[in-house]
């Protein structure tokens, strides 16, 4: 600082300073500013396997209420669509409800979210509540048509079955069949969609099918899920593999698509210790 001649010298020092303290401040401000995260923001799109739906909606909300700008549209579109959609850029998000394939895992990254169940569900009007695995098996070869024969009272059996992709319907083979090819009786009919299996089930007093275990098939007033070798779909014998019939979930995304700043907060905050909670926590 230059100081004029004949200007008191403690003034000069007063006002270097009071200089002095406002660059400080001034590049305080500067650096604050700088280091402050932009607010995450925006509205993005979920979509997948029916079995991931809860985990991911439960994960979805508790997320936007973390970040109020992020709003979410989640749908239910199958495992195999959200593996299409999310290398097509379509969705900024996708989940599935089975194990990736090899040849999938080179494409995309799954985040585990945790396991769900395929459900046996006959109508409600059926007084069975169990079945064997080699009940289930001779169902749906078509060995066993009546109900009759397994402690009901209808005298025909209608098995009716997921289409060929559906999550439910690969984790229902595998454990029905032990991973062999399939050899599904000439009786069996193939429905397209839960909520055409639980109206198809409904439909028919003898009629059997299979759905996602959790609150939305548990709620549903017009079928009854049954147990399977005296064991019944819950939460904790799902996660404790009591339960047989059982399948991952995980939420997925590109492996060479980039990654928008708030999708990535929202993978990271699934892998965290709380999502992970939610998750499991989810039904």
Known sequence: MLIRRGEPRHRAIRLAGILLALLTVSACGAGTAAST???????????GGGG??????????????????????????????????????????GFVSRNLTAAEKNQVTGIPIGFSGTAVVINVANPVTNLSKD????????DVTSWLELGGTQPTIRPYIREPNAATRQTFENFVF?????????????????????????????AI?????????????????????????????????????????????????????????????????EGQRIAAAAY
């Open 178 to 206: 032990d991973g062999a090819v399939p050899a599904y009786g000439k009786n069996v009919i193939q429905q397209t969609e839960v909520e055409a299996m639980l109206t198809a089930v409904d439909s028919f007093d003898g």
């Open 37 to 47: 995260p932009e607010p995450l923001s925006g509205t993005y799109t979920a979509s």
């Open 209 to 273: 099918g299979i759905a996602s275990t959790g609150s939305r098939t548990a709620s549903d007033k017009r079928v009854k899920i049954v147990s399977i070798d005296h064991i019944f779909p819950t939460q904790e014998t799902i996660a404790s593999n009591e339960y047989k019939i059982v399948r991952p979930l995980a939420v997925i995304y590109s492996n060479t698509a980039e990654i928008k700043p708030a999708v990535r907060a929202f993978f990271e905050f699934v892998k965290s210790a």
């Open 52 to 93: 991931a739906l809860p985990a991911v909606r439960a994960l979805t909300a508790r997320f936007t209420e973390l970040h109020p700008q992020v709003n979410w549209i989640v749908a239910e579109s199958g495992s195999n669509s959200a593996i299409k959609l999310v290398l097509s850029n379509a969705i900024d998000v």
């Open 135 to 142: 009940q289930l098996r001779r169902i749906y070869t078509g």
